[in-house]
């Protein structure tokens, strides 16, 4: 597609429960960004590839997160046990390189609730 | 560290106001600046950036901003408002040059306008 997609747009999980959100960048786009935004606040970085390299994941607030990336293009937001306070909004984004002066296009967004 | 500060998070004004939304940025060297913008449901779309070519940028939908290193500023704005402006506005940075790649984004602007 055109832009950055991302599924499920919607999710809600029981505490305890794994979830899975998916990113697929757009095409050609080296690097690739997952950021967390709770209600009411900006986004806050979660980690970085360039391509399949995860090379900062220290936005990741607990080892219960985890995201891949293994052939460079679709990438994997892995939450495991979720709790109330990953309730939150996960963007993804993508830009055409590492170049930090580079527009970073968003996908709309992973809506996920924790009941 | 960078850091982003947005100086109020509600702002009003009147359909044909004046916008002004203020941002601030500390970073380390000099820095790449980008405004979004999000519509309720949706993921950021860029507005305009600064990438050390004219200080005053203009972006989409009548937006401009001005680049201001003595002030460490980068304020938002349209000289007349639309209702269609309702959104909220995000400031970002991020360092250039060092091979980092994060965005840190502001807690956000939210503007309202009124008919």
Known sequence: GAGVSQSPRYKVAKRGQDVALRCDPISGHVSLFWYQQALGQGPEFLTYFQNEAQLDKSGLPSDRFFAERPEGSVSTLKIQRTQQEDSAVYLCASSLDRDSGNTIYFGEGSWLTVV | ?115
Not at chain 2, 30 to 49: A, D, E, M
């Open chain 2, 1 to 115: 560290a960078q850091s982003v500060t947005q100086l109020g998070s509600h702002v009003s004004v009147s359909e044909g106001a004046l916008v002004l939304l203020r941002c601030n940025y500390s970073s380390s060297v000099p820095p790449y600046l980008f405004w979004y913008v999000q519509y309720p449901n949706q993921g950021l779309q860029l507005l305009l950036k600064y990438t050390s070519a004219a200080t005053l940028v203009k972006g989409i939908n009548g937006f401009e901003a001005e680049f201001k290193k003595s002030e460490t500023s980068f304020h938002l704005t349209k000289p007349s408002a639309h209702m269609s402006d309702a959104a909220e506005y995000f400031c970002a940075v991020s360092d250039r040059g060092s091979g980092t790649y994060k965005y840190i984004f502001g807690t956000g602007t939210r503007l309202k306008v009124l008919a």
